[in-house]
């Protein structure tokens, strides 16, 4: 099966910035689409950025021009550079992975384990 696993993540003050890294590893067949999605306490998981096999990207409204993600076909990796960080940014950050872990299997979003983003002062 594939595996995700993400680092990256910390406290940093506002107008600060982080880079989140998110490998996948295992059995990997074929990944399409890569994304980060976040969930603060009380609130329900929210696309942050996706980016899909051929580089294509889009990006929630509350982080566009703020957020870059960014793919390594080769590593099997997206990253997330977050820059100008504000308080509202601040929520446990869950990378995630369409694709198939082998040639049978039907694409399935996979999912790490998350990591925490805290921007206060």
């Known amino acids: 099966q594939m595996q995700l696993g993400e680092s990256g993540g910390g406290l940093v003050q506002p107008g600060g910035s982080l880079r989140l890294s998110c490998a996948a590893s295992?059995?990997?067949?074929?990944?399409?689409?890569m994304a980060w999605y976040r969930q603060a306490p009380g609130k329900q998981r929210e696309l942050v950025a996706k980016?899909?096999?051929?580089?294509?990207?889009n990006y929630a409204p509350s982080v566009k021009g703020r957020f870059t993600i960014s793919r390594d076909n080769a590593k099997n990796t997206v990253y997330l550079q977050m820059n100008s960080l504000k308080p509202e940014d601040t929520a446990v950050y869950y990378c995630?992975?369409?694709?198939?872990?082998?040639?049978?299997?039907?694409?399935?979003?996979?999912w790490g384990q998350g990591t925490q983003v805290t921007v206060s002062l």
């Open positions: 995630n992975a369409e694709g198939r872990s082998r040639w049978y299997d039907r694409p399935h979003d996979y």
């Open positions: 980016i899909t096999s051929d580089g294509s990207t």
């Open positions: 295992g059995s990997i067949f074929s990944i399409n689409a």
